[in-house]
C-alpha cells in the first residue's frame, strides 16, 4: 500500500510543478511580447515634437494661411497621440485576454490529462472504492451507494479487515479467528481464518457482480449491464 500512495504523491506534485512552470512561461511570454511591441510602437508626442519644431524653425510662416495651417497640424499631433494612447490601452487589454485564455487552456488541458489518468487507472483497477459504511445491526454494507446485505459472520470478518486497516495493520488468518472468536492467537486456526475471508469474498463478490455486472430483471430473466458495443468473442 505505501508503494502506490507515495508514487500518486509524487506524481500530483510533478503536475503542481508542471502547472507552475507553465503558467510562469505563459506570463513571461506574454510580459516580454507586451514590452517589445509597447518599445517599438512610435511615441505618442512624436508628431506634436515635430510640429513644434516647425513653429521654432520657421520664422516666415506669419501669415495667417500659415498660421491656420500650423493649427491644424498642432491638433492633428493631438488627435495622433490621444488614439495612439487609445491603441496602447487596447493592445493591454487584448494581451491581458490572451494570458487569460492561455492560462485556462492550459489548465483545461491539464485536467484533461489527469481525468484521462485517472479514468485509466479506475479501469485498471476494476471498482473504485469511495465509501464503505459497515452496518453491524443491519448484518449490511455500504459500499459507494451499492448496499448488500452480509451473513452475520461475514459482517464481523469485514469489521475486523476495516478496523485493522484503519489502524495500517495486516492480520493473519489466526489473528482473525481469534479477534472475532475471543480465543487467543495460539489457539486459532490458520485455516479458520482463511475459511472466514473466502466466505466474506464469495458473499459479498456475488452480490457486487449481480450489482454491477449480471442484473436479475424481474420476471424477465438476466441480462448483462454493460454496453453490447464494448462485447468481444475470440
Same mark, same amino acid.
Not at 511580447?33 to 515634437?49: E, M, Y
Not at 494612447?85 to 493592445?91: D, E, G, L, P, T
Not at 486456526?189 to 466474506?200: F, H, M, N, S, V
Given at each position: 500500500m505505501p508503494g502506490p500512495i507515495s508514487s500518486a504523491t509524487e506524481a500530483r506534485r510533478s503536475t503542481a510543478r508542471v502547472v507552475a512552470l507553465g503558467l510562469a512561461a505563459i506570463v513571461a511570454i506574454l510580459l %516580454?511580447?507586451? !514590452?517589445? *511591441?509597447? =518599445? +517599438?510602437?512610435?511615441?505618442? $508626442?512624436?508628431? $506634436?515634437?515635430?510640429v513644434e519644431r516647425l513653429f521654432v524653425e520657421t520664422e516666415s510662416l506669419t501669415g495667417p494661411t500659415e498660421i491656420r495651417l500650423l493649427e491644424i497640424l498642432a491638433q492633428s499631433g493631438t488627435a495622433f497621440?490621444? #488614439? =495612439?494612447?487609445?491603441?496602447?490601452? !487596447?493592445?493591454? #487589454? *487584448? =494581451? !491581458?485576454?490572451?494570458?487569460?485564455?492561455?492560462?485556462?487552456?492550459? #489548465?483545461?488541458l491539464l485536467a484533461l490529462v489527469a481525468l484521462s489518468r485517472r479514468m485509466g487507472e479506475i479501469e485498471r483497477a476494476g471498482i473504485q472504492v469511495s465509501s464503505l459504511l459497515i452496518s453491524r445491526e443491519d448484518n449490511a454494507v455500504v459500499l459507494n451507494d451499492m448496499e448488500f446485505k452480509l451473513t452475520e459472520a461475514a459482517i464481523q470478518t469485514l469489521a475486523v479487515l476495516a478496523e485493522a486497516r484503519m489502524d495500517d495493520e495486516m492480520l493473519s488468518g489466526s489473528e482473525i479467528e481469534a479477534?472475532?472468536?475471543? /480465543?487467543?492467537? @495460539? @489457539?486459532?486456526? @490458520?485455516?479458520?481464518?482463511? +475459511? /472466514? &475471508?473466502? /466466505?466474506?469474498?464469495?458473499?459479498?463478490? $456475488?452480490?457486487? !457482480?449481480?450489482? =454491477? *455486472?449480471?442484473? $436479475?430483471? %424481474?420476471?424477465?430473466?438476466?441480462?448483462?449491464?454493460?454496453?453490447?458495443? #464494448?462485447?468481444?468473442? &475470440?
Open positions: %516580454a511580447a507586451a !514590452v517589445l *511591441l509597447f =518599445l +517599438t510602437l512610435p511615441d505618442a $508626442n512624436a508628431f $506634436n515634437a515635430r497621440s490621444d #488614439v =495612439l494612447a487609445s491603441y496602447r490601452m !487596447v493592445i493591454f #487589454v *487584448l =494581451l !491581458v485576454f490572451a494570458a487569460a485564455l492561455l492560462i485556462a487552456a492550459l #489548465v483545461f479477534l472475532i472468536s475471543g /480465543r487467543p492467537v @495460539e @489457539e486459532c486456526d @490458520e485455516a479458520a481464518g482463511a +475459511t /472466514r &475471508i473466502k /466466505r466474506l469474498r464469495d458473499s459479498l463478490g $456475488n452480490q457486487i !457482480v449481480s450489482e =454491477l *455486472l449480471i442484473r $436479475n430483471i %424481474a420476471r424477465r430473466g438476466y441480462r448483462l449491464a454493460i454496453d453490447k458495443d #464494448v462485447i468481444r468473442m &475470440i
